[in-house]
């Protein structure tokens, strides 16, 4: 940074000053500029920062508006005020010393005065008015530089309604001598097309001259003109075909100055601007494009060196061959390059590959079955930018067969996404596949509660707003709509008994909808019941006025009468007299309408009663008034898209502060200096989730009418880790049909045969087969953009047409579940047909009794999929401790597996069995081997046991047991390793276990293998997993101590969390629900902040900051370990979950 710094400091007098003399190039140590940038540089703080400009703006406002400052000093000044604005200090009070500076000085005070307008000023800026005076005059000047500098501030920034006033000079420009105000004079012309292309028509042949122009600089600047109005209109430029393509071969043939190369490449940017229009004019016009084969061939032999520069005109051209009219050896060559871009190991390339591909595949569909492979390894890419990229792809090539396991992928990124951007998009882009892939009602339901829950108040009004509209205009089956409907009952009602307060305003809204309209199809479902779980939804303090309207609304569509009417009139009481004027009207709808059930039944009318109702989506009845209001001088109507293209226009450049980026699911934090918390109060900017966000996104009223069914633009990925990481994020357990729930819970049964293959390996092709199914030339592609063979699932009905009643085609439940293991779909139709559900068994010679009788979890003899702290935990809960580990004093159970786990605790080592001890866990087993594990923990270590017992009366020789992790060391701490084993006997192997790379969940994975007396060797592999928290230890510290070892570490993180509200004060719970579960030592709890402490074995410290803010729980931790702040914060969130 600070040979930027110093570069930033040589380079500034040159520029700036203006002056002429030898030693200008070296920054004065008495520059004013200078010792303000040295001053900037030297702060440690924003607030120092802030002070020192705020006296150095002062001193230049004084400055400035004295009488007797020389137009010298008006420059050094306008420097520096310039450097302020640049830092983002307001300077207003120069801007009309600019203006002046521009119009007064010399033609070098001129420059900086020019440079300052442009810096300060937008183009509708109200003082910009007064500069139009001096680019008339210098427009008119002799002087080359003043000429220059009036055509550069034109081009860059003008008011639209002065454009007038100054074109018949700029055109007069197009015919001067020197070609660079030629060329400056088209980019201004350029800026007029941009802002008032209407003003611009008349001079299109001069276009064509700037065109035809004989030097290289103003050709190329006229191309910015074509290329846009090319964009527009293809077909009235058709004409100019030959001579984009002469131009292109006179650069690729080298025939430009020298000047013009880059890297030896001649003309880079020109090429790239050429191969654009070439793109647009040969588009679908086959005599076109014949014209353009042999120079894009040309290009593409001659840009392949190694170098970023040709890589992007390869890109351009593979882009112009699969967009022009095809041409087979054309096509072939294109393929190539992008095969070699995907499987470039340089992250770029890659990327360029992926876009060129996601391009490309809309055309040519069966060229990513040639790369499916790389794809695969993509979505496991660590760069998240690859990751996108590569779920975009996918998200071009979904179709019917492959949209469960896409959108599987979609949701998991969703999941660890930080970028706010990337989650409205993906959540766009997921909510229409569900809509127009979804291959059952469950299945639809489900990932739309997903897409609510990730997407929060963040996503697009217009998800909600369809997914509503498609519930309540249905299908073309009577039977489907109330299947789908009941669903949706059942799911939100779910949703509302577990935890709603975890769920996003927008979500509560559409529940609330759903509920009130449908809930009565469910009749086993009492209304009571229902108002009561909303009447909950307005008890929460996150609630939004929006959110409670909402349930207002549905709680006066459900009250009947009975029970439901002292609810509906307890909260009509609460609201009536609300300060919310919206609310006190719904309150009082309420208390009328669930008091005359008549007057509801002809005011709230349900969809059987309701009559077809004809929309005039095209606002007819307005024209009358539209056109009033057009004689009045309105502005015509324009389109959102067209609005926010005007905008992006109107504001180029961002000047808005990127929101700050957190950890997985992490709320915004702004703690900006790195100190000693016990030194610092946390009292800036802590915000949680909280319910004001709903207004972030624009108004959420529900539009039925005319929404439009296209949501997003990109998409991305996630990592594999199963459930674990996908907890990270709040969202509602998805409900399963039984026969979906069958079928995940045989999903895990299956593990496939030993194969030559490995297993990574294999799992990426059971993926490939499942995310490329349907793409290959028998099956029907069903493209973005492109034809459809697929009949869409959601069809909505017609306007004005009934529905049929009549008997539609049953939609099949026997779907996998979305949950289920990905590289266990499509396997039977799509991969070998050897593999089985037996465990991987290695064995010279294999029989068939062990394949018979080897039985496993999980496919590879794991434990659960999920373990978290409560999973492991004894039967009786009154030896259970809330780390999960059981006591050492148990009772006898009569339950056969508790007597039997009993039986093997007997042979704990001595010097472990008065210690607590995790629930035995059976690990694998086959007709006489057993093998079995627990975790003991010790003071200062942990220890793996695990038992291998031999049912058999035979005895056992040979037995090899074998461990490896990648995120633990292993350490075997028995005396001497089990070789033999009697008949029904039973050992114990004790391992030490330490972390080597901290992870949520950690992993042991091994192979025991035996040798019968009468069998040969066999082989089986087993896992064992456990929480990150049973490494976890108290750290005894002082508050000094802590505050010099935080300052010590660099890797934090930073989220809010949820008090616990018992009776004790919430931060004191909280705390001791912390202490107590993983284990953390409470330094010191000062007010509403406390400092908290822990290691992970051996020796790795970690400390936590809490303060109380805004009702949350706002914490910060910090480690010199990485992942370790984001593994703890993980298993904090989740232990107050399950208190």
């Given at each position: 940074m600070s040979d930027v710094v110093e570069?930033?400091?040589?380079?500034?007098?040159?520029?700036?000053?203006?002056?002429?003399?030898?030693?200008?190039?070296?920054?004065?140590?008495?520059?004013?500029?200078?010792?303000?940038?040295?001053?900037?540089?030297e702060l440690r703080s924003k607030h120092e920062e802030e002070k020192l400009i705020q006296r150095e703006l002062a001193s230049i406002k004084e400055q400035i508006s004295s009488p007797n400052t020389s137009m010298r000093q008006m420059k050094e000044l306008m420097v520096r005020a310039i450097y302020c604005e640049s830092l983002g200090y307001e300077a207003s009070f120069s801007y009309i010393h600019a203006i002046k500076l521009a119009q007064q000085g010399t033609a070098l005070e001129k420059r900086v005065g020019y440079l300052a307008v442009s810096l300060f000023l937008n183009e509708s800026h109200e003082l910009l008015l007064l500069l139009v005076n001096t680019v008339l005059k210098d427009l008119q000047s002799t002087n080359l530089i003043e000429v220059c500098m009036a055509l550069t501030v034109v081009s860059q920034m003008f008011p639209k309604d002065m454009i007038p006033a100054i074109l018949p000079l700029v055109e007069e420009k197009l015919n001067h001598p020197k070609e660079i105000i030629r060329r400056k004079a088209v980019l201004a012309l350029y800026k007029f097309y941009l802002i008032a292309p209407n003003q611009v028509q008349h001079i299109h042949n001069k276009f064509r001259?700037?065109?035809?122009?004989?030097?290289?600089?103003?050709?190329?600047?006229?191309?910015?003109?074509?290329?846009?109005?090319?964009?527009?209109?293809?077909?009235?430029?058709?004409?100019?075909?030959?001579?984009?393509?002469?131009?292109?071969k006179q650069v690729v043939g080298g025939k430009l100055p020298m000047d013009f190369n880059y890297h030896s490449v001649p003309a880079p940017w020109l090429q790239l601007q050429l191969l654009r229009i070439l793109s647009l004019l040969g588009k679908n016009d086959q005599s076109t494009s014949a014209i353009m084969y042999e120079v894009l061939d040309e290009s593409l032999r001659r840009a392949e060196m190694n170098h970023n520069i040709t890589y992007a005109i390869l890109y351009e051209c593979v882009k112009c061959i699969y967009t022009i009219h095809p041409k087979s050896d054309l096509l072939e060559k294109a393929a190539k390059c992008i095969g070699n871009f995907v499987l470039s190991p340089k992250i770029n390339l890659k990327y360029l590959g992926l876009k060129a591909l996601t391009y490309v595949v809309q055309q040519d569909p069966k060229l990513a079955l040639q790369h499916q492979m790389t794809i695969i390894e993509c979505l496991d890419h660590s760069d998240l930018i690859i990751k996108r990229e590569t779920l975009e792809l996918l998200f071009r090539i979904t179709n019917a067969q492959n949209v469960v396991v896409i959108v599987k992928k979609m949701l998991e990124f969703?999941?660890?996404?930080?970028?706010?951007?990337?989650?409205?998009?993906?959540?766009?882009?997921?909510?229409?596949?569900?809509?127009?892939?979804?291959?059952?009602?469950?299945?639809?339901?489900?990932?739309?509660?997903?897409?609510?829950?990730?997407?929060?108040?963040?996503?697009q009004p217009d998800i909600p707003n369809s997914f509503l509209k498609l519930l309540s205009e249905g299908f073309d089956s009577v039977e489907e709509d109330r299947k789908l409907r009941l669903f949706a009952v059942d799911s939100y009602i779910s949703l509302l008994q577990e935890e709603p307060g975890k769920l996003p305003q927008r979500f509560l809204q559409v529940i609330s909808w759903v509920l009130g309209e449908y809930s009565h199809l469910r009749e086993e479902v009492e209304p009571t019941v229902v108002l009561r779980l909303l009447a909950k939804l307005l008890d929460m303090k996150q609630t939004s006025s929006e959110t409670k309207s909402w349930v207002l609304m549905a709680m006066t569509k459900l009250c009947k009468g009975g029970a439901g009417v002292s609810v509906s009139q307890e909260v009509s009481e609460t609201?009536?007299?609300?300060?919310?004027?919206?609310?006190?009207?719904?309150?009082?709808?309420?208390?009328?309408?669930?008091?005359?059930?008549?007057?509801?039944?002809?005011?709230?009318?349900?969809?059987?009663?309701?009559e077809p109702v004809e929309v005039d989506s095209s606002l007819s009845f307005l024209d009358g008034f539209v056109s009033e209001a057009l004689a009045a001088g309105a502005a015509p109507y324009k389109p959102p898209h067209q609005r926010q293209e005007e905008l992006?226009?109107?504001?180029?450049?961002?000047?808005?502060?990127?929101?700050?980026?957190?950890?997985?699911?992490?709320?915004?934090?702004?703690?900006?200096?790195?100190?000693?918390?016990?030194?610092?109060?946390?009292?800036?900017?802590?915000?949680?989730?909280?319910?004001?966000?709903?207004?972030?996104?624009?108004?959420?009223?529900?539009?039925?009418?005319?929404?439009?069914?296209?949501?997003?633009?990109?998409?991305?990925?996630?990592?594999?880790?199963?459930?674990?990481?996908?907890?990270?994020?709040?969202?509602?357990?998805?409900?399963?049909?039984?026969?979906?729930?069958?079928?995940?819970?045989?999903?895990?049964?299956?593990?496939?045969?030993?194969?030559?293959?490995?297993?990574?390996?294999?799992?990426?092709?059971?993926?490939?087969?499942?995310?490329?199914?349907g793409l290959s030339s028998q099956s029907s592609v069903c493209l973005m953009g492109k034809s459809e063979p697929t009949p869409q699932r959601f069809r909505r009905k017609a306007k004005g047409q009934s529905s049929s009643a009549g008997a539609t085609e049953q939609i099949s439940?026997?779907?996998?579940?979305?949950?289920?293991?990905?590289?266990?779909?499509?396997?039977?139709?799509?991969?070998?047909?050897?593999?089985?559900?037996?465990?991987?068994?290695?064995?010279?010679?294999?029989?068939?009794?062990?394949?018979?009788?080897?039985?496993?979890?999980?496919?590879?003899?794991?434990?659960?999929?999920?373990?978290?702290?409560?999973?492991?935990?004894?039967?009786?809960?009154?030896?259970?401790?809330?780390?999960?580990?059981?006591?050492?004093?148990?009772?006898?159970?009569?339950?056969?597996?508790?007597?039997?786990?009993?039986?093997?605790?007997?042979h704990l080592p001595a010097e472990l069995s008065e210690l607590c001890h995790s629930e035995i866990t059976s690990l694998c087993t086959n007709q006489s081997l057993e093998l079995s594990a627990c975790h003991v923990q010790k003071e200062d270590s942990l220890v793996l046991v695990v038992f291998i017992s031999n049912?058999?009366?035979?005895?056992?020789?040979?037995?090899?047991?074998?461990?490896?992790?990648?995120?633990?060391?292993?350490?075997?701490?028995?005396?001497?390793?089990?070789?033999?084993?009697?008949?029904?006997?039973?050992?114990?192997?004790?391992?030490?276990?330490?972390?080597?790379?901290?992870?949520?969940?950690?992993?042991?994975?091994?192979?025991?293998?035996?040798?019968?007396?009468?069998?040969?060797l066999q082989a089986v592999q087993f896992s064992y997993k456990l929480p990150l928290t049973s490494f976890i230890r108290p750290l005894t510290v002082s508050t000094e101590e802590y505050g010099t070892m935080w300052l010590a570490f660099s890797h934090d993180t930073k989220q809010n969390l949820t008090l616990i509200s018992d009776d004790q004060e919430p931060l004191t719970a909280t705390l001791n629900v912390l202490k107590r579960k993983l284990q953390l030592h409470v330094v010191e709890v000062i007010g509403m902040e406390g400092i908290l402490a822990c290691q992970l074995l051996q020796d790795q410290p970690c400390l936590m900051h809490c303060r109380v803010h805004a009702g949350t729980l706002a914490v910060w931790l910090r480690s010199p370990v990485p992942d370790l702040p984001d593994c703890l914060i993980y298993h904090c969130q989740r232990a107050l979950q399950e208190h």
């Open positions: 570069k930033t400091l040589t380079a500034l007098p040159s520029l700036l000053s203006l002056d002429s003399q030898p030693g200008s190039a070296k920054l004065s140590s008495t520059s004013k500029l200078g010792n303000l940038i040295r001053g900037i540089t001259k700037a065109l035809c122009d004989k030097d290289p600089g103003v050709m190329t600047a006229s191309l910015h003109i074509y290329l846009q109005m090319i964009q527009e209109n293809p077909e009235g430029y058709k004409d100019l075909t030959a001579s984009f393509v002469t131009i292109l969703l999941r660890i996404s930080v970028d706010d951007y990337t989650t409205i998009d993906l959540v766009g882009k997921v909510a229409e596949l569900a809509e127009k892939y979804a291959p059952d009602n469950e299945w639809f339901i489900e990932t739309m509660n997903t897409v609510f829950s990730v997407g929060g108040d963040m996503m609201y009536s007299s609300s300060m919310d004027t919206v609310l006190r009207q719904r309150a009082q709808e309420l208390q009328y309408l669930s008091q005359d059930s008549e007057l509801r039944a002809r005011v709230l009318l349900r969809d059987a009663d309701l992006a226009q109107a504001k180029a450049l961002s000047l808005e502060p990127y929101g700050l980026s957190l950890p997985i699911s992490m709320s915004s934090c702004s703690i900006t200096d790195r100190q000693s918390p016990t030194l610092l109060s946390m009292s800036s900017g802590l915000s949680g989730d909280s319910a004001d966000l709903s207004h972030k996104g624009g108004s959420t009223t529900l539009k039925l009418d005319g929404v439009k069914r296209v949501w997003g633009r990109e998409g991305y990925l996630v990592q594999r880790e199963a459930v674990e990481e996908a907890a990270q994020v709040e969202v509602p357990s998805p409900l399963r049909s039984p026969s979906q729930q069958a079928d995940a819970d045989s999903s895990h049964s299956q593990t496939p045969t030993p194969t030559p293959t490995p297993e990574p390996e294999q799992e990426k092709q059971q993926l490939a087969s499942s995310l490329f199914f439940n026997s779907l996998v579940s979305t949950s289920s293991n990905v590289d266990n779909l499509l396997c039977n139709n799509l991969l070998d047909s050897n593999i089985t559900s037996e465990p991987a068994v290695s064995s010279s010679e294999q029989t068939s009794e062990l394949s018979h009788g080897l039985t496993a979890a999980n496919g590879t003899c794991d434990i659960e999929a999920e373990l978290t702290d409560s999973d492991i935990k004894g039967s009786n809960p009154s030896v259970t401790g809330d780390n999960g580990l059981v006591a050492a004093a148990e009772d006898p159970h009569e339950d056969p597996d508790r007597a039997k786990d009993l039986c093997l605790i007997s049912s058999s009366d035979s005895a056992i020789q040979h037995i090899l047991l074998d461990l490896d992790s990648e995120q633990l060391e292993i350490s075997c701490v028995s005396d001497s390793p089990v070789e033999d084993l009697r008949g029904h006997g039973v050992a114990a192997c004790q391992y030490s276990l330490t972390v080597k790379r901290p992870s949520v969940h950690v992993e042991v994975v091994g192979t025991v293998s035996q040798q019968l007396p009468v069998e040969t």
